[in-house]
């Protein structure tokens, strides 16, 4: 089976059933995605596939054709992507174990809508945080927009 | 020294020990020198590098590592720690390499054990003073190296800024030397000693191996006025590797050859395996092996993969049958055996002043009584349980994160018959803590695992399932509560019957079997007995029960429900005297000078919120105030209860004392007020036949973006000790929550959930 993540073609040997998830973690070490639920119920696993967000945990890795983008792979050449910075800018993370699906759910989000307000960000953003870092992530996401936050 | 004072403190000292279980049998048995005497330092100097003290190594290349010897669960406590040492070292926090360290007696924490002590937060009297004094040294003497309770900061106030400042003493003294100057006569500055005469410089790495052994004095730290780094908000230390999801925690951990695994434990607790299909677990594409796996803290199996989904593949193949309950198994048997606590005597009452009976026999006033409840609850971090463990050539390495990295080595070394000296552990980040992982069941399973895979290192993972039923609940707990309450007065009586199960005694016998429990456990009423009231006739009593379901500690532990049950039962008095909630606070604190920043807090927040306000259909507003962890929190909740109940907006105003962080600090108390919230809106942990109903977020759901409310946050420093920051926002959020939708709908909330009762807007 072939998988393309990142922009790089990996042969893996895999049950066609496994979740990509673990495909990605296990079989490729890429650890960005996290598991958190294994029922697409909390959003950690959140990668792109093709740019849509997707929960790994629950895509069976024979399903996943596409390019796959994950957490490591949307800063450019060393720059960290705007969404990325802006996470900086507002020390959103507590434990930090839910962001790379927070993160990866915003960039998709404004791919989709550029200029998110309040409500699309709330039907966007079902990941969930434990710590609650819900604001700082609105605020994040209207100042990666080039909005005011 | 005179008989009378000895007997004094004799007893102080009987009533401590005890009632911190933990410490019990040391207590009487160390003396003086067991307190005086510092623990050997852990860090080894390694090749070119000097270790100056239990917290700081620099080499020569210039690499100043500083140790933060506290789990760092999202609390930002690495920052803090890392800057107190900057503040008094002269060098930027961003120059510095943080490490969590190896377990180690050095790394006692102090604060944590003071915190136990029975004295209201606002009784600064000699006898309560000299009750923390013996608590704290407990921690000392037992080297009890562990994260919780909020202490972390007011732990290492001290103890970092005085490494920071030895640490500079000895490497202005090294350059002194070689200069042939005085050392006083130096300055130091982003990592260098310069001679403003000469203006000859040397950097703490070109100095770092002669100032090993330089004699320095007692540091003298620099007042608050002089402070550059602390008091100003600080960038998360570790936020780069948050951001790019760098492989920073235990589940990320990846070693050479490694095997993954999971456990299939009994989920009735402490129950036996009565049959299950090994063979078809093993047929199972990826697995190895299966074991058994039989530990204190639950019987079951391992099983042994190539892969982590391998391994949950064939723990579900097991379809294991487990034996009987013995507890009470179902939610109705556990009312049962809190009712049944509650009506018999009481175990302690930590409040115990006036006449409760005579009070009640001839109320001058209206009589007010209510009854309130919380179910138990889980803990559900977002990175379920897992660890990795290696045994090798007699050597057991651990990689677990960890709040009692200590603990975890001592138990760990001792289910694989290792010695303790030759069990490393290495504490990686955690994703959520809460109290949750400062228990040894994830690390123990793992070693009993890596016990069957021939020195390879195995990585067990638990599936959110395992992880939601296998959990060291919040208890459950019932509290009775009357009152006399005269009209536009204070109550003149309060009385608070509180009925739960031991945390104390859980956890006791569960992680530190070894130590016996005896005396009051604090926790049960802990956030009811030890707030900012003035009563007359005042009773706050503890009723245990009898329940085997194992219980730990849950983001600001008894406070988590007392926060509950003390203000809401506030709130009902308040209706009873005719005076709004704001207005009825303030009168049952009386004049006591003591209680000034409460009021402080109260007023402030009432400000914010413009709480007096008329309110517009179908809104309302509830206040709360807890003191819990040596902070002072004041808290409104706005509600729109037009459609189905929203929380729009929430005005904190909180008084820790000293604030070294001011937005890390406004971070954690809006992570408290969420983690308070999502328990009030929809959390609970039911038992039937014997073990937990739940198994993952959607029916253990958690606050989501689109449910959480705006903050405002307002940061008063007049109390005058530093209190803690990482569980203070939990407590107020359910009781003013509460408020918040009577005052709307008139509907008193006295039982969490309050999903039982009404319903909240999903997005």
């Known amino acids: ?37 294994g029922v697409a119920a909390c959003g950690a696993c959140t990668v792109l596939l093709d740019g849509m967000p997707v929960r790994s945990c629950s895509l069976p890795v024979a399903d996943a054709a ?24 507002h020390n959103v993370p507590q434990c930090g174990y839910c962001q790379s699906g927070q993160i990866l759910a915003a960039v998709a989000l404004l791919e989709e809508t550029p200029q998110p307000t309040d409500q699309d960000i709330d039907f966007a953003m079902t990941n969930l945080c434990r710590c609650g870092t819900y604001p700082r992530i609105k605020a994040a996401i209207k100042t990666a927009a080039g909005m005011e936050s | 020294m005179a008989r009378k004072k000895r007997s004094i403190v004799g007893k102080i000292v009987r009533r401590t020990f005890l009632g911190l279980g933990a410490a019990a049998v040391g207590g009487v048995a160390f003396g003086v020198w067991a307190v005086r005497r510092d623990p050997e330092n852990p860090l080894v100097a390694d090749q070119g590098e000097s270790v100056f003290n239990p917290y700081i190594k620099i080499s020569q ?23 107190m040492v900057a503040e008094e070292l002269d060098v930027a926090p961003s120059d510095l390499t943080i490490a969590h360290g190896p377990p180690a007696a050095a790394y006692y924490n102090s604060a ?30 037992l080297g009890l190296q562990a994260t919780g309770g909020s202490s972390s900061t007011i732990d290492g106030f001290n103890k970092m800024r005085e490494a920071g400042a030895t640490a500079r003493a000895a490497l202005k003294s090294a350059a002194a030397a070689r200069w042939g100057v005085n050392a006083d006569t130096l300055q130091t500055a982003n990592g260098t000693v310069t001679n403003p005469v000469s203006d000859q410089s040397l950097t703490y790495g070109e100095l770092a191996m002669d100032a090993a052994t330089a004699e320095v004095g007692e540091p003298e ?3 608050r006025s002089d402070w550059k780094i602390l008091g100003r908000s600080q960038p998360r230390a570790e936020i780069a590797e948050k951001v790019t999801g760098a492989p920073i925690y235990g589940i990320d951990v990846e070693l050479p050859d490694m095997l993954y695994g999971t456990v299939a434990i009994s989920p009735r607790f402490g129950a036996q395996p009565l049959s299950a299909d090994i063979d078809a677990a093993r047929n199972v594409r990826g697995v190895i092996d299966v074991v058994e796996v039989n530990t ?26 487990w034996g009987p309950a013995t507890y009470p198994a179902n939610d109705n048997a556990i009312t049962g055996a809190l009712t049944a606590a509650i009506q018999g005597e009481a175990n302690h009452a930590l409040m115990d002043k006036g006449d409760i009976d005579a009070g009640l026999a001839d109320p001058q006033g209206t009589l007010v009584e209510a009854e309130y409840s919380v179910p138990y609850l889980a803990h559900a971090t977002m990175e379920p349980m897992n660890a990795t463990a290696q045994l090798a050539d007699g050597h057991l390495t651990i990689w677990a994160g960890t709040q009692a990295p200590g603990i975890v080595q001592s138990r760990c070394a001792a289910f694989a018959g ?46 959110r399932e395992e992880d939601t039923q296998h959990d060291v609940y919040r208890p459950a707990a019932l509290g009775r509560f009357r009152a006399v309450v005269p009209a536009n007065g204070p109550a003149t009586t309060v009385e608070m019957k509180i009925a739960s199960p031991s945390i104390m005694a859980s956890v006791v016998g569960r992680t530190y079997p070894d130590l016996p429990m005896g005396g009051p456990d ?28 194992p219980v730990g500690f849950w983001r600001s532990v008894g406070n988590s429900y007392n926060g509950f049950f003390h203000e809401g039962f506030m709130d009902e008095m308040a209706a009873a005297s005719g005076l709004d909630p704001l207005t009825f606070r303030l009168a049952m604190m009386g004049n006591d000078e003591r209680l000034a920043p409460a009021r402080a807090c109260l007023e402030k927040v009432a400000q914010m919120s413009n709480y007096a306000a008329p309110r517009p259909t179908g809104k309302g507003r509830g206040i709360a105030h807890v003191l819990s962890f040596g902070s002072w929190v004041a808290m409104v909740v706005e509600v729109d209860t037009t459609d189905d109940i929203h929380i729009e907006k929430v005005w904190i105003a909180a008084d820790p004392g000293t604030v070294l962080d001011p937005r890390n600090f406004r971070d954690q108390l809006m992570s408290g007020a969420i983690f308070g919230f999502s328990q009030a809106m929809g959390q609970q942990i039911n038992f039937e036949d014997g073990r937990v109903v739940q198994e993952n977020f959607w029916d253990y759901p958690m606050m989501t973006m689109g449910q959480a409310p705006q903050f405002e946050i307002e940061i008063l420093q007049n109390a005058e000790t530093m209190g803690g920051a990482g569980e203070i926002g939990t407590p107020p959020a359910a009781p003013a929550l509460a408020a918040a939708i009577f005052d709307a709908t008139g509907q008193r909330l006295r039982h969490m959930p309050f999903t039982r009762e009404v319903s909240f807007q999903q997005v």
């Open chain 2, 522 to 549: 604090k926790s049960i009423t802990d956030g009811a007995y030890n707030q900012p009231v003035m009563v007359e006739n005042h009773r706050v009593s503890a009723h245990l029960a009898d329940l085997a379901i």
């Open chain 2, 296 to 321: 204190q803290t639950g019987n079951g199996y391992g099983i042994i993969a190539d892969n982590t989904w391998a391994a949950f593949e064939g723990a579900r193949a097991l379809n294991a049958e």
């Open chain 2, 112 to 141: 944590m054990l003071e915190e136990g002590a029975f004295p209201p937060h606002f009784d600064r009297s000699f006898a309560a003073e000299a009750q923390r004094g013996l608590m704290g040294s407990m921690g000392k003497i």
């Open chain 2, 221 to 223: 730290l620099r007042p």
């Open chain 2, 418 to 463: 290792v010695e303790k000296e030759n069990t490393t552990v290495n504490t990686v980040m955690l994703g959520g803590g809460f109290g949750r992982r400062g228990e040894v069941d994830f690390p123990l399973y793992a070693t009993a695992l890596a016990m069957h895979t021939a020195g390879r290192p195995i990585k067990v993972t638990w599936t």
């Open chain 1, 66 to 89: 596409g390019e796959i983008t994950t957490i490591e792979g949307i800063a450019l050449d060393g720059t960290l992507h705007r969404v990325q910075r802006a996470w900086i800018e």
């Open chain 2, 61 to 83: 290349d210039g690499t100043i590592t500083v140790i933060t010897p506290r789990a760092e669960m999202g609390q930002g406590i690495q920052t803090t720690l890392a800057a």
């Open chain 1, 1 to 37: 089976m072939q998988l393309n993540v990142n922009g790089q073609n990996h042969q893996i040997d895999a049950d066609p059933e496994m979740p990509l998830l673990w495909a990605l973690r296990d079989l490729l070490n890429i650890k960005g995605p996290k598991f958190g639920c």
